[in-house]
């Protein structure tokens, strides 16, 4: 059966390829892979079986890491939002789930346990980021309190996150490294620093732990370039299927609002995605599709489930034909740059109804990892 729906192709030698850059550029480093926000859209589990070559996994939420465990991961996994609620606790205690415990509410939570004991933890340290932690001043004072509970014996290390490791020449991201080193003095635990940007960038981030993220499924985290300029190759690659072809007259006005009027009598193609299946709406007339291979631009405004492309020149395009929005042959980081935002929020946008096909997959259930 042929389908006409648009699917994302998730190349899994891809993905452990670029696990094995991560490595070249931080050779001495521990690596969380993280795959929150369903593997930034690549699939949760799936990719998380084929990753089993990482230390650990890192999901933001405890309800990620519980489905991890559902699926048969082992690995170490850390929750980087922690919990908030005692239910979640008792669940991360349960599934073995690490906790970045960032606030004095967590802090006593934690301190109370609950029936199952406690679960392990980091202290998220808030060196300059200003969304999640603990300023390094009370960096004393909760691990004090938190020494004489049942969660003392279950510190596992201090974290902290940069805001700016993607601006690599700004001095914040070496005065945030600095700062959790100052918090972590003379504790004798393992750090943990480097996203994607931060890894690559900074060799002060490339802490005992890293925790890269969009630089696995292959997309550069940096403002200009791709991952291929990186080595990495890309992980996603979002398709679907020409579906009908119009023949206009010079004048004719296409799509919603009309905003692309055609300058010549010309062949439009109407691809089948749109924003309804994470394919950004803004992405502006000019934004290149590949259609057979070959680019052509997208015209007028995106629909729900379709857009329009110029044929003119396309001649030989017909009904049926392949299109990639971006992936193999059209990088997502210029699509994002076209739409205005950035890589990972088109990755991770990739909708419910898109099909993920996995290609090349790990074998077995992944648990083994
Ligand atoms: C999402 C996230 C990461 C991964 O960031 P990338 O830029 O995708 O590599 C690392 N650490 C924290 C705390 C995060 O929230």
């Known amino acids: 059966m042929t389908w006409s729906a648009p699917c994302a192709r998730i190349d899994h030698a891809a993905l452990r390829h670029n696990l094995a850059a991560v490595r070249r550029f931080a050779p001495a480093s521990r690596v969380w892979a993280v795959v929150k926000a369903n593997g930034y859209g690549h699939g949760l589990e799936a990719v998380a079986a084929t990753l089993a070559e990482a230390d650990g996994l890192a999901v933001a939420r405890v309800e990620e890491g519980v489905r991890l465990r559902r699926a048969g991961i082992r690995r170490p996994i850390l929750v980087l939002e922690g919990m908030v609620f005692a239910d979640e606790l008792a669940a991360a205690t349960r599934d073995d789930l690490a906790l970045a415990i960032h606030n004095w509410d967590q802090a006593r939570l934690l301190a109370r346990g609950g029936e199952l004991g406690v679960p392990p933890w980091w202290l998220k340290v808030d060196t300059g980021m200003h969304r999640l932690g603990f300023p390094p001043a009370e960096v004393d004072e909760v691990l004090g309190y938190l020494a004489n509970t049942a969660a003392g014996s279950r510190l596992v290390g201090l974290l902290t996150h940069l805001a700016k490791a993607d601006e690599p020449e700004d001095p ?70 020409l579906i009908a072809i119009q023949s206009l007259p010079r004048g004719a006005a296409v799509g919603y609002g009309g905003t692309y009027v055609c300058p010549e009598d010309m062949r439009v193609g109407i691809v089948g995605i749109g924003y309804g299946d994470g394919y950004p709406r803004h992405a502006p007339t000019g934004t290149p599709v590949l259609l057979n291979g070959e680019r052509v631009p997208l015209i007028g405004r995106v629909s729900m489930d379709m857009i329009h492309v110029d044929l003119r020149g396309r001649p030989q395009a017909a009904v049926g034909d392949l299109a990639t929005l971006w992936g193999v042959g059209l990088p997502v980081e210029e699509i994002a740059t076209r739409a205005g935002t950035i890589a990972y929020e088109l990755l991770c946008r990739v909708a419910q109804r898109v099909q993920l096909e996995h290609d090349s997959p790990a074998v077995g259930d992944g648990a083994a990892g």
């Open 172 to 241: 914040a991201s070496e005065r945030q490294c600095a700062a959790l080193g100052e918090a972590a003095a003379g504790r004798g635990l393992p750090l943990s620093i480097g996203n994607s940007a931060g890894l690559i960038a900074l060799p002060a981030a490339r802490s005992d732990w890293v925790r890269p993220g969009i630089m696995l499924y292959g997309a550069s985290p940096f403002a200009t370039g791709t991952g291929a300029d990186l080595g990495l190759r890309p992980v996603m690659t979002l398709q679907t299927r």
